[in-house]
């Protein structure tokens, strides 16, 4: 059975029984991880059209409604997530020069930019269930407190609101554990992710990921121009 | 290709009997539940997507017998709503989606592109343990109540009126879902980059062509129908209103959503059929297969052009006229490629050496069954006929006519063909011959009578049809079938498990077939290669004039007590030349 | 077999000025899409309102940023045609299913009503009395959950 060693005094090898040498190896997960971000691309993407089909035909009312959103609060959010994306893939560069405590410094700080991120997403979400805008029996019953919107599509758009960044927070959620995980093994010198940087560029896909589908999610959302001909 | 002999590099302690492979390398439980091994995955796979086709044929019996009568025999409404909603969502999500790809394909895979393993072993243990998770939430399900939503799951009943185990079931078929994803990532990655040297795209196998093809679909489609359900459930548990017509939502958009899903899924499910189908086509007639490359690339184009042809599940449902035009011209060209692939079958036999064993004659069977069921979803496609003929029993018969008459027969012909390679006993083809007869008889007993049945009026989904009690013949007569089918599914049981406990032992290449699958021992070692194979020959390369590849084919799975049949490097055929 | 580097050919380091430049980049487009969002109003142009266009300066601006993480933070840039093809083949396959919008779009044309958006009911039309039947009609089914 052949596996490779680059150095005989090596007793680790991060390659797999399954690959002839590391580039395959590497090729093979990075592949298999943009595979799996096109699922997830899929995946939102029904979420989006079903948003595009709704708004194109409720184009005022959901105007209306989404004047309750905070812009300000949409833009820190933006850009908090930005700047993560920024230390994960600082956290991947220093995995590639082998640096543990740099590592350990961004992961860390990509962790706190989304903790951060949740926590300003549970102030808006504070909000709106304060506002009676969570959809169900609890609506509001004042179109005044919306503009004027008609209450049934401003149901709807609060509906789509909620399930797309709730499903995007529970990416979120899954993307803080995936990177806390990887950070308790760098801490550890755990030579899975210490020897091979692919480990952490794979997780840095996720969370770029998630970083991507806010960069739609805001604009479509928070920042809707008003309809006039 | 060199010939490897068998090389015992992984020695098991003690007095061994039978060269170690990969069943009897460990026989502890936790390594076969903790295993990497593709094979050991594939089998895992097999018991489980046979328990659930079992499941699935009890709802079907129930389903054929409550038919026999047209005001009903042993159910209720209610109950038999649950019932073809479970026969539906459990054949289809937990057996026809993983059954070709999870079994044969995680098996052979790697076998015949000269790899020792998928790319991703334990992503591939996990694909199996949540399609496990997914089956146990599913037998909950029927546990508790059952769900009577139809398998299509269409709202606003299902996100609004019903009061069933809707969301448990639900997050059952998303599980499953999921589970496919996975091992669609591995056939990916797998087949892209961990080919043997010289295994260019053109000579891989058309198995692998269709692994690949399905593969794709999976990866492009189930996410949809993944967030499609998971809205319903939203819809039910947090009360987010997005087809909720009250409040100016859609209900038909879930049916968009959720076809664009479900129309590639039957791809899924046909497309690994047509894999087996070519390699038994190829391997029984003794023949390459003629023209490959339009096979090759009709795959691909199943998979490419499935993915716009759904709005034809939703001709009646309101959806625009104009639209319909275009789904359903598109409709037409998609059985284009299916139609190739049956001209290429078919001048592959032309000329071949036939061998009339098992796995042929339920490859011969796909031929005439696929066909009949891809013809009349024609009659489906066109916008006319369509509106008399959707949601009848027309419709039910065309679609098991592809899926069981298709896909479930190339199953087992594809089971036959490589259970010597997987367990390394050789079945009695004798029974498995008169089996597949049966097969057949059963089937179309079963299901031609509901193409009349659905022409004349019966709707799909009704167990009291008093108001036409003329079907009520062919109810009978699929009844009958359905029973003879049932048995037919049963006898295999039987003669494979025996033939575990007591068939003769299988050498590397029982049918003298070509493959790198068939270059390894049976069962293979764990690592499926003793040296990684070097590819030099094209696929399928038979010299059909060729008396000895006739001998060598025809001697080992008729004749198998006689050791002298089998072939091994340097020794004697029974005619008395020498290799 | 021969032995074999731990790091891939390859495999270089980018510079992390490029993902700074990056990251300004992307900030500065988030800046410049809120305000053309809040402050812009654009005319209408040919069959499209400002709103739209509105809108589509907005959608615009969001692909550039998605292009920019793709390919720099994500490295598509330095990848294998292979990870390239893959990366695009997931936005190209999401754009089939805006397919759909055509079945909307053209229903306006039906000669029967339908799902049109305007202040209609969706909900089914009774043509007529119908027949019940024995044994059946579980009328708890007509009403929605609690």
Known sequence: MATAHADPHDEYSPLKHQYEDIEQQNECYTVGMWTFLVTEIMFFGALFFTYTLYRWNYQEDFYLAHEHLNVTLGAINTTILLFSSFTMVMGVHYAQLKDKLKVLGSLTVTMGCAFAFLVIKYFEYAEKFRDHLYPGANFTTDAASLHGANLNHAQLFFGLYFGMTGLHAIHIIIGILCIGTLAGMWAKGNKLVTEDYLPTEMIGLYWHFVDLVWIFLFPLMYLMPQPYK | MSATPIDNTLLATGPVEEPVNYLNVDHSIKSWLLTGDHKRIAILYLFSTLFFFFLGSVAASMIRLELTSPVGMILESETYNKVFTAHGVIMIFFFLVPAIPAVLGNFLVPLMIGARDLAFPRLNLLSWYLYIIAGALILTVLATGGVDTGWTFYTPYSSMYSNSQVTMSIIAVFLAGFSSIFTGINFIVTIHKMRAPGMTWFRLPLFVWAAYATSVVVILGTPVVAITLLLVVFERVFHLPIFNPELGGDPVLFQHLFWFYSHPAV?????????????????????????????????????????????????????????????????????????????????????????????????????????????????????????????????????????????????????????????????????????????FVGFNLTFFPQFIAGFVGMPRRYHYYYLIPEVQAYHILSTAGASVLAISFVIPAVYLLQSLKSGPKASANPWGAHGLEWETQSPPITFNFTETPIVTDEVYDFDPVSEFEQERANAEMTDPGNDAAVTHTGEELPSGGTE | MAETPLHAAHDHIIPPRVYVLNLLALLALMAATVAIAEKVQFPAFWIFSGTFLNSAAAMTIACIKAFLVIMFFMHIKWSTNLTKLYAIAGFVWLSLLFITLGDYMTRQYEPAPGWTGKQESALPRVIGAHDHLPNDANEANLRPRQ
């Open chain 2, 267 to 439: 791809y899924i499910m046909i497309l690994p059929a047509f894999g087996v189908q070519s390699e038994l086509i190829a391997n029984f007639s003794r023949k390459r297969v003629f023209g490959y490359h339009f096979v090759a690339f009709s795959t691909l184009a199943i998979s490419a052009l499935g993915f716009v042809v759904w709005g034809h599940h939703m001709f009646i449902s309101s959806e625009s006229m104009y639209q319909s035009v275009v789904f359903s011209l598109i409709s037409f060209l998609v059985a284009v490629p299916s139609a190739i692939k049956i001209f290429n079958w078919t001048a592959t036999l032309y000329k071949g050496t036939i061998r009339l064993q098992a796995p042929m004659l339920y490859a011969l069977g796909f031929m005439g069954l696929f066909t009949v069921g891809g013809l009349t979803g024609l009659f489906l496609a066109s916008l006319g006929t369509d509106v008399h003929l959707t949601n009848t029993y027309f419709i039910v018969a065309h679609f098991h006519y592809v899926m069981v008459g298709g896909s479930i027969t190339a199953f087992m012909g594809g089971l036959h063909y490589w259970w010597p390679k997987m367990t390394g006993k050789i079945y009695n083809d004798g029974i498995a011959k008169v089996n597949a007869l049966l097969v």
